[in-house]
């Protein structure tokens, strides 16, 4: 059953994206419902897959992990194989945090963090140099961050 959401569940949801740390009371506070409603109700959004999960949010910088790069990535041969291989291929790799399967030019984008260019530079040749179904790639690197909200428009 799809549960539809009303504006109290979008108030919920969007100070959860804003502070996910506040307690159930000063939630139910600042969108001013009581206490044992707010529970509930956060609750029914995480069981119906509104709410993922909670996560911290650190600073890349501070763990050394600064250098930001957006890898672009070609299959050689666009079979069910070679795509499936880089989707699973992905997800043990530390330094890739987001992956998409795109349109266009290329086929993947994948969000990569290392500690500088050489440290890119040897993650290109001994993990994606290792992934033989590549046929090529495009790399464009960060030069600064200028938004990164982490948070849906609600």
Same mark, same amino acid.
């Given at each position: 059953?799809?549960?539809?959401?009303?504006?109290?569940?979008?108030?919920?949801?969007?100070?959860?994206?804003?502070?996910?740390? %506040? $307690?159930?009371? @000063?939630? /139910?506070?600042?969108? &001013?419902?009581s206490?044992?409603?707010? !529970?509930?109700?956060?609750?029914?959004l995480?069981?119906?897959?509104?709410?993922?999960?909670?996560?911290?949010?650190?600073?890349?910088?501070?763990?050394?992990?600064?250098?930001?790069?957006?890898?672009?990535?070609?299959?050689?041969?666009?079979?069910?194989?070679?795509?499936?291989?880089?989707?699973?291929?992905? %997800? $043990?790799?530390? @330094?890739? /945090?987001?992956?998409? &399967?795109?349109?266009?030019?290329?086929? !993947?984008?994948?969000?990569?963090?290392?500690?500088?260019?050489?440290?890119?530079?040897?993650?290109l040749?001994?993990?994606?140099?290792?992934?033989?179904?590549?046929?090529s790639?495009?790399?464009?690197?960060?030069?600064?961050?200028?938004?990164n909200?982490?948070?849906?428009?609600?």
């Amino acid at each position: 059953m799809d549960y539809q959401l009303d504006k109290k569940d979008l108030e919920i949801l969007s100070e959860l994206q804003r502070n996910s740390r %506040q $307690t159930n009371k @000063e939630l /139910s506070q600042v969108i &001013n419902l009581s206490t044992t409603p707010t !529970f509930e109700r956060v609750r029914r959004l995480e069981k119906e897959g509104f709410i993922k999960k909670y996560t911290a949010v650190l600073n890349a910088e501070k763990l050394n992990k600064g250098f930001i790069v957006f890898c672009y990535l070609k299959l050689k041969q666009h079979t069910y194989e070679n795509a499936t291989r880089i989707m699973e291929a992905v %997800q $043990t790799v530390p @330094e890739i /945090s987001e992956c998409y &399967n795109i349109s266009g030019d290329y086929d !993947f984008l994948l969000k990569i963090y290392t500690k500088d260019m050489r440290s890119y530079q040897e993650f290109l040749l001994r993990i994606l140099g290792d992934i033989d179904c590549i046929g090529s790639l495009n790399s464009s690197f960060v030069l600064g961050e200028i938004k990164n909200e982490h948070q849906l428009p609600l």
